[in-house]
RNA sequence: GCGGCUGUGGUGAAAUUGGUAGACACGCAGCGUUCAGGUCGCUGUGCUCGCAAGGGCGUGGGGGUUCGAGUCCCUUCAGCCGCACCA
């Protein structure tokens, strides 16, 4: 037994020195553009250069620099780099980059409390990043790294932006929009979690403001219908496809015969028309208090509108409370039955979906029913069951089932739901007063920030010429130093005099710079992008690169931004599409979504509750492989899961185990005379192995099978270090045998623990073989060494197990079938019954059927 | 309320197409090594009856399909996540 000790310090300090000074994780564009300033690899043999090699996108989502990196980054950038050096081995060019999403909130909330400079807190946060990233060892290309808060990043951010406006897709507008009272800055739709703003949880206020918007609604079919193109968690489709909330229906016109006034709705139903027995306004609708004036219940409509204004966003959205609403004094015309139906203005009824106005069905609908329950107002059923049963009497009938048809409908009795909303669209259609619509539940993206730590808006205000794109030759705007962090319901960059005052593009004449900065999403909506080209200084990027390298094959990231983030996203790359400046319709092909780390207590980590847990005095004590290692087994990488500090410790056990068999054979050849670390032929496996040496070699193949199988599949990294740990759990049963297999088992061990735990893979591997693992090709399993000669087969009785036998394999079924009849345990349980049947499954079972 | 997901030992979990339930790890128990151990190695460990050999029961509950169900179908319960007056 060797002295030495499994040093991970060593060792991991060691192989982070190779790769950087090498270079070994950069990649160049290839043959699009060769050099290009870009530091490259030696060059190694011409022809192997030549050939063409698959590329791979792997990403995951960039983190924002506060402080130290968390334990939840560390999964992140483990499952990641698991991937990267997957694909490597693979054959493909693997795209790996890492930079940081720099402007936002916390830095600036920070600078307010110590005075210290958003820029500084940020850039030394960022050096604590790479730091630790190095120390962990992921495989990043730093040739391509990027901040979103300098200049030569946020220059291009800026030229998208301009390019959006030109093509009408950002626009300025006032409008009434969510106002955080405590971070004082507007937020998107997206920023508001049940009336309160996501980050402080403060209660947002509505404010009537003129704000910048992106128009993201263009988008919102293709967003929607291009879910289906794409390899994503069915989940976060799900989530996507209900915020857009797209709905079929039609929109009906309501004609106002008193003020010769026509109001557009919205329905999903158009079937149940005959069924609308009032109609109901928002309280922000503007022509509430118009239709109101004159009639006799003018100022109770004055009160209730002024109260509901009042009103929080999160009161008002409760589903449980009662309908309230007033009578308008005014009624408009159904339009299928001519009937005069009242209008009423509800607060169940919002002003930002559909047209602010419904026609309201009781009969049909959950909410009308309700409203028209407190209200005294007829319900008249329009559908009815096909077998003549009744309807409730206490609730809405809503069915659009085949097994219900219209009634009391006129023309239209007796169709199917379905059928009869064709139908009457046709028919609103012939009359002109109707056609078919689709609604969505999705707003425009307001991006403007009344805040300093964000990408400044390059647009300029003259008297003379207005609105005024700054000219692309004169970006960046550079964002200003400011003396005061502090929101006043403006931007602090309105407080840098000369800066805000410039002259216009047009005219030479005096002008003001929007003083509004951009929301941080929109920076990081096309970082991805960047990384394919991140050196380049005469454009964004070269479409000629982004085709080489685009989409991401696989992105991965935390469950937070199944929304936000990857919706922003999809969206820049269709508009950025349509413009001709990418080819890809989609960014991330594939999505996967890592689970949290809990603390020990099963808890959300938090300072509050003092659980948690820091990677970097983790890495300090056990080396960045066991952490790593240890991350991957807790079990599914998308499942959450505890910290276990126990578990920690058994992963440690794990690569020390596999390192002291490393040592042991490194002496045995020593003995034998035979120097493996000069040995550079690759990889062997031994010919015709025997005895303990067959099962190890075949125990090796096995694993390579099973770890190769989870990289194709799940990502279940835990079953693959499941595997390697079988394995060197074997290496230590069977310390007899034979010196090469044992090599070649720990090889093996070593060369698929690699993409987990890469430093003690590459220790091991070098001392073994004297070459290096990443420049290996992934193992391939051996398939005459993935089946054996024999096979225990599986004796059942009336399908339970009574006995199991050893059988050759490729044995046929009546020779199986004879050798399960024998088997005594099969004998004990037939015992003289009647035998009906008997199943056979090569290679597996007998089932024995007896009465 | 609507939509999605998940229920397997003391714990995290595993189980290609329906075919040996519980791999691997943690914990626990025992043995050995060690001056010592928060070390290392080995053995055992679903529950239950039994000295043992050997039975019986077991994947939230109930039912079904099948020679055979953790896996498929129906039903029910529990938990997690998302949306929540979206017409």
């Given at each position: 037994m060797s002295e030495q000790r499994y040093d991970p310090r060593e060792i991991e300090a060691r192989w982070q020195a190779v790769w950087a000074d090498e270079h070994t994780w950069e990649v160049s564009n290839g043959s699009?553009?060769?050099?290009?300033?870009m530091r490259s690899?030696?060059?190694?043999t011409t022809t192997t250069m030549r050939t063409p090699r698959d590329k791979a996108y792997v990403l995951e989502m960039l983190p924002y620099p506060s402080g130290e990196p968390h334990i939840g980054h560390l999964k992140n950038y483990t499952i990641g780099d698991a991937i990267a050096h997957f694909k490597r081995r693979t054959g493909h060019r693997v795209l790996h980059p890492m930079g940081f999403d720099a402007f936002g909130l916390p830095a600036e909330n920070n600078a307010i409390k110590t005075g210290v400079h958003p820029r500084a807190a940020t850039d030394e946060s960022i050096e604590q990043f790479q730091r630790a990233f190095r120390s962990w060892g992921i495989s990043i290309d730093w040739s391509r790294e990027l901040a979103t808060h300098e200049p030569e990043y946020y220059r291009w951010t800026q030229w998208i932006v301009l390019q959006l406006y030109k093509r009408g897709l950002a626009y300025r507008k006032e409008s009434a929009v969510n106002w955080c009272p405590h971070d004082q800055t507007v937020l998107a739709n997206e920023q508001v979690i049940d009336g309160r703003c996501?980050?402080?949880g403060h209660e947002v206020e509505l404010r009537q403001l003129e704000q910048w918007f992106l128009r993201i609604t263009d988008y919102a079919d293709r967003l929607h219908d291009d879910l289906d193109t794409i390899d994503w968690p069915e989940y976060v489709k799900t989530m996507q496809r209900n915020w857009i909330g797209r709905s079929v229906g039609a929109e009906v016109t309501f004609h106002c015969a008193e003020l010769r006034i026509d109001y557009p709705v919205f329905t999903?139903?158009?079937?149940?028309?005959?069924?609308?027995t009032f109609f109901v306004m928002a309280p922000?609708?503007?022509d509430v208090l118009r239709l109101a004036?004159?009639?006799?219940g003018e100022q109770a409509v004055h009160r209730y509108v002024n109260h509901t204004l009042t009103e929080s966003a999160e009161d008002r959205s409760s589903t449980d409370k009662p309908k309230t609403g007033v009578f308008l004094g005014r009624t408009v015309t159904n339009?299928?039955?001519?009937e005069e139906i009242p209008m009423y203005v509800a607060?169940?009824?919002?002003?930002?979906?559909?047209?602010?106005a419904i026609m309201a069905v009781p009969a049909h609908d959950e909410r009308d029913f309700a409203f028209a329950r407190a209200y005294d107002l007829p319900i008249r059923q329009v559908v009815a069951p096909k077998d003549g049963s009744p309807i409730p009497a206490d609730e809405a009938y809503v069915t659009k089932d085949d097994d219900a048809v219209l009634v009391?409908?006129?023309?239209?009795?007796?169709?199917t739901p379905k059928e009869g909303l064709e139908r009457i669209i046709a028919w609103l259609d012939r009359e002109g007063i109707g056609h078919a619509s689709v609604n969505f539940r999705l707003r425009d993206w307001l991006v403007s920030r009344q805040r300093y730590w964000g990408c400044p808006i390059p647009i300029v205000y003259c008297d003379d010429h207005g609105m005024v794109p700054v000219p692309e030759?004169?970006?960046?705007?550079r964002l200003p130093d400011v003396e005061d962090y502090q929101p006043?319901?403006?931007?602090?960059?309105?407080?840098?005099e000369d800066w805000v005052n410039t002259t216009c593009p047009?005219?030479?004449g005096p002008a003001r710079r929007e003083t509004d900065t951009m929301d941080t999403f929109v920076d990081s909506s096309w970082y991805f992008l960047r990384y394919?080209?991140?050196?380049?200084?005469?454009?964004?990027?070269?479409p000629a690169v982004l085709r080489e390298w685009m989409g991401v094959d696989q992105y991965i990231g935390g469950?937070?931004?199944?929304i936000l983030h990857l919706l922003y996203a999809r969206f820049f790359v269709k508009a950025l599409a349509d413009m001709g400046?990418?080819?890809?319709?989609?960014?991330?092909d594939a999505l996967f979504t890592q689970g949290m780390i809990l603390g020990p207590d099963g808890h959300k980590m938090s300072k509050s509750r003092g659980n948690v847990i820091s990677p970097s005095p983790l890495i300090e004590h056990f080396g960045a492989d066991t952490v790593r290692t240890y991350i991957l087994n807790?079990?599914?990488?998308?499942q959450d899961a505890a910290w276990n500090d126990n578990a920690l410790a058994g992963a440690h056990r794990l690569l020390s185990r596999l390192w002291t068999l490393a040592d042991e054979i490194a002496a045995d050849a020593g003995r034998a005379g035979s120097?493996?670390?000069?040995?550079?032929?690759?990889l062997q496996q031994p010919v015709d192995p025997a005895g303990d040496a067959l099962a190890l070699v075949r125990k090796a193949n096995w694993a390579i099978d099973r770890v190769t199988s989870e990289f194709v599949g799940r990502f279940g990294f835990h079953n693959s270090i499941a595997a390697v740990t079988e394995l060197v759990n074997d290496l230590y049963r069977y310390p007899e045998a034979e010196f090469e297999a044992r090599k070649f088992a720990v090889a093996t061990a070593a060369s698929l623990i690699f993409p987990f735990a890469p430093h003690l893979g590459a220790e091991v591997f070098e001392s073994l073989t004297g070459r290096r693992v990443w420049e290996e090709p992934w193992p391939a399993a051996d398939a005459a060494m993935l089946v054996a000669e024999t096979f225990e087969l599986v004796c059942q009785v009336n399908g339970k197990v009574r006995d199991r036998v050893r059988a050759p394999s490729g044995a046929g079924r009546d020779e199986l079938e004879k050798l399960a009849l024998a088997a005594p345990g099969v004998m004990q349980h037939v015992d003289?019954?009647?035998?009906i049947k008997v199943v056979v499954v090569p290679e597996k079972l007998v089932n024995v059927v007896v009465r």
């Amino acid at each position: 037994m060797s002295e030495q000790r499994y040093d991970p310090r060593e060792i991991e300090a060691r192989w982070q020195a190779v790769w950087a000074d090498e270079h070994t994780w950069e990649v160049s564009n290839g043959s699009q553009k060769e050099g290009g300033g870009m530091r490259s690899r030696p060059p190694t043999t011409t022809t192997t250069m030549r050939t063409p090699r698959d590329k791979a996108y792997v990403l995951e989502m960039l983190p924002y620099p506060s402080g130290e990196p968390h334990i939840g980054h560390l999964k992140n950038y483990t499952i990641g780099d698991a991937i990267a050096h997957f694909k490597r081995r693979t054959g493909h060019r693997v795209l790996h980059p890492m930079g940081f999403d720099a402007f936002g909130l916390p830095a600036e909330n920070n600078a307010i409390k110590t005075g210290v400079h958003p820029r500084a807190a940020t850039d030394e946060s960022i050096e604590q990043f790479q730091r630790a990233f190095r120390s962990w060892g992921i495989s990043i290309d730093w040739s391509r790294e990027l901040a979103t808060h300098e200049p030569e990043y946020y220059r291009w951010t800026q030229w998208i932006v301009l390019q959006l406006y030109k093509r009408g897709l950002a626009y300025r507008k006032e409008s009434a929009v969510n106002w955080c009272p405590h971070d004082q800055t507007v937020l998107a739709n997206e920023q508001v979690i049940d009336g309160r703003c996501e980050r402080c949880g403060h209660e947002v206020e509505l404010r009537q403001l003129e704000q910048w918007f992106l128009r993201i609604t263009d988008y919102a079919d293709r967003l929607h219908d291009d879910l289906d193109t794409i390899d994503w968690p069915e989940y976060v489709k799900t989530m996507q496809r209900n915020w857009i909330g797209r709905s079929v229906g039609a929109e009906v016109t309501f004609h106002c015969a008193e003020l010769r006034i026509d109001y557009p709705v919205f329905t999903t139903r158009p079937d149940t028309l005959f069924g609308a027995t009032f109609f109901v306004m928002a309280p922000e609708h503007p022509d509430v208090l118009r239709l109101a004036a004159g009639t006799p219940g003018e100022q109770a409509v004055h009160r209730y509108v002024n109260h509901t204004l009042t009103e929080s966003a999160e009161d008002r959205s409760s589903t449980d409370k009662p309908k309230t609403g007033v009578f308008l004094g005014r009624t408009v015309t159904n339009p299928v039955t001519a009937e005069e139906i009242p209008m009423y203005v509800a607060d169940y009824v919002l002003m930002e979906y559909g047209t602010g106005a419904i026609m309201a069905v009781p009969a049909h609908d959950e909410r009308d029913f309700a409203f028209a329950r407190a209200y005294d107002l007829p319900i008249r059923q329009v559908v009815a069951p096909k077998d003549g049963s009744p309807i409730p009497a206490d609730e809405a009938y809503v069915t659009k089932d085949d097994d219900a048809v219209l009634v009391n409908s006129g023309e239209f009795d007796g169709l199917t739901p379905k059928e009869g909303l064709e139908r009457i669209i046709a028919w609103l259609d012939r009359e002109g007063i109707g056609h078919a619509s689709v609604n969505f539940r999705l707003r425009d993206w307001l991006v403007s920030r009344q805040r300093y730590w964000g990408c400044p808006i390059p647009i300029v205000y003259c008297d003379d010429h207005g609105m005024v794109p700054v000219p692309e030759d004169q970006l960046p705007v550079r964002l200003p130093d400011v003396e005061d962090y502090q929101p006043k319901g403006r931007s602090p960059l309105a407080t840098a005099e000369d800066w805000v005052n410039t002259t216009c593009p047009e005219c030479g004449g005096p002008a003001r710079r929007e003083t509004d900065t951009m929301d941080t999403f929109v920076d990081s909506s096309w970082y991805f992008l960047r990384y394919c080209d991140a050196r380049n200084d005469d454009a964004a990027w070269d479409p000629a690169v982004l085709r080489e390298w685009m989409g991401v094959d696989q992105y991965i990231g935390g469950v937070e931004h199944a929304i936000l983030h990857l919706l922003y996203a999809r969206f820049f790359v269709k508009a950025l599409a349509d413009m001709g400046l990418l080819d890809v319709q989609e960014p991330f092909d594939a999505l996967f979504t890592q689970g949290m780390i809990l603390g020990p207590d099963g808890h959300k980590m938090s300072k509050s509750r003092g659980n948690v847990i820091s990677p970097s005095p983790l890495i300090e004590h056990f080396g960045a492989d066991t952490v790593r290692t240890y991350i991957l087994n807790m079990g599914p990488p998308d499942q959450d899961a505890a910290w276990n500090d126990n578990a920690l410790a058994g992963a440690h056990r794990l690569l020390s185990r596999l390192w002291t068999l490393a040592d042991e054979i490194a002496a045995d050849a020593g003995r034998a005379g035979s120097n493996p670390s000069t040995d550079s032929e690759s990889l062997q496996q031994p010919v015709d192995p025997a005895g303990d040496a067959l099962a190890l070699v075949r125990k090796a193949n096995w694993a390579i099978d099973r770890v190769t199988s989870e990289f194709v599949g799940r990502f279940g990294f835990h079953n693959s270090i499941a595997a390697v740990t079988e394995l060197v759990n074997d290496l230590y049963r069977y310390p007899e045998a034979e010196f090469e297999a044992r090599k070649f088992a720990v090889a093996t061990a070593a060369s698929l623990i690699f993409p987990f735990a890469p430093h003690l893979g590459a220790e091991v591997f070098e001392s073994l073989t004297g070459r290096r693992v990443w420049e290996e090709p992934w193992p391939a399993a051996d398939a005459a060494m993935l089946v054996a000669e024999t096979f225990e087969l599986v004796c059942q009785v009336n399908g339970k197990v009574r006995d199991r036998v050893r059988a050759p394999s490729g044995a046929g079924r009546d020779e199986l079938e004879k050798l399960a009849l024998a088997a005594p345990g099969v004998m004990q349980h037939v015992d003289g019954q009647d035998v009906i049947k008997v199943v056979v499954v090569p290679e597996k079972l007998v089932n024995v059927v007896v009465r």
